[in-house]
């Protein structure tokens, strides 16, 4: 049966959506932040927890140095050292470890502890968030508005594991943003930051139209009907040029639905946005003419 200690990882895994290897991972390495601010600040120390029993193990690290070329003491030994700490035969560069206590609670700061442990959860946390979204550039993402900032200069979205930026130029001008609002948004870039992840997100942007209709009309989404350009004057119009790669298939009636079910749902994500379907055609003189 695992005790306690271990099922409170488990726990604070599952909380933090890390795997449990992260999290005991930056336990152990607060737990040697913290024998280091004792009496061996400068030496190296390995902390390793059993992850079945919770037992700790802790360790001072040296490096077996020839005895001319020895710099630190609190990092490195001779040859002849190494085998009388029980490492018989062993050369330059290789590395021993000696046992030490573990520190029992009264001779660690916990506040250090807790303070590490956590700030080390919360780097382990910004990374899972920033390779979650990285993977979701390009693509479609739903979020609530939480506040917007200086008059529309942007809106803040919850997208659950971490917020977004809709800044002004992302906006489309004749939509009205609200507190509580849920939006669909268009990932444009994710970017580390000094506070962690940040990513940009957009409604205006064309990108945000192609997405939705591959969701709308299956028939994109399977490359029956290609997308060759899209137009857009965000809140106000949108031309979208098809072309249908079966025979067969009309491409122009597939994104528009039975009764124009399909485009009506894009219509509406889009509040009302005039969406127009046109049908793509490689010489310039027919295509300009379907676009009218």
């Known amino acids: 049966m695992k005790n306690e200690f271990v099922l409170a990882i488990a726990q604070l895994s599952a909380e933090k959506n890390l795997d449990s290897d992260t999290v005991f991972a930056a336990v152990e390495a607060a737990m040697s932040s913290a024998l280091k601010k004792d009496d061996l600040q400068y030496a190296e120390v390995e902390v390793k927890i059993n992850r079945d029993s919770g037992n700790i193990d802790a360790w001072r690290l040296y490096t077996v140095t020839p005895d001319d070329d020895i710099e630190d003491d609190e990092l490195q030994v001779s040859p002849e050292r190494a085998s ?5 035969g062993k050369h330059a560069g290789d590395v021993i470890k000696e046992e030490v206590a573990a ?3 009264g001779r660690i700061a916990a506040q250090t ?3 590490v442990v956590l700030q080390r959860l919360r780097e382990a946390e910004r990374e899972s968030v920033f390779e979650d979204f990285t993977g979701k550039e390009g693509e479609l993402v739903s979020g ?3 506040r917007v900032e200086g008059g529309r200069r942007q809106v803040i979205l919850d997208l659950g594991r971490t917020e977004a930026v809709l800044p002004a130029a992302e906006q489309v001008r004749s939509e ?3 507190v509580g609002q849920r939006l669909r948004v268009f990932v444009k870039e994710v970017y580390k930051a000094s506070k962690g992840p940040q990513v940009v997100v957009s409604r205006s942007n064309p990108a945000l139209v192609k997405r939705l209709f591959e969701l709308e009309v299956p028939e994109i989404a399977r490359g029956v009907v290609e997308v060759m350009g899209i137009a857009r004057d965000g809140g106000h119009r949108t031309k979208i040029a098809v072309i249908s790669r079966q ?3 009309d491409p122009i009636g597939a994104c528009v639905g039975v009764r124009g079910s399909r485009i009506q749902n894009i219509v509406n994500e889009l509040g ?3 969406i127009d379907v046109v049908r793509w055609d490689p010489v310039e003189e027919a295509f300009v003419a379907n676009s009218l």
């Open 176 to 178: 009205h943003y609200r």
């Open 103 to 105: 520190a029992p609670a």
């Open 272 to 274: 009302g946005e005039r």
């Open 144 to 146: 609530t508005v939480l």
């Open 84 to 88: 009388t700490m029980g490492y018989p």
């Open 247 to 249: 025979h067969g298939i």
């Open 113 to 115: 502890l807790k303070q």
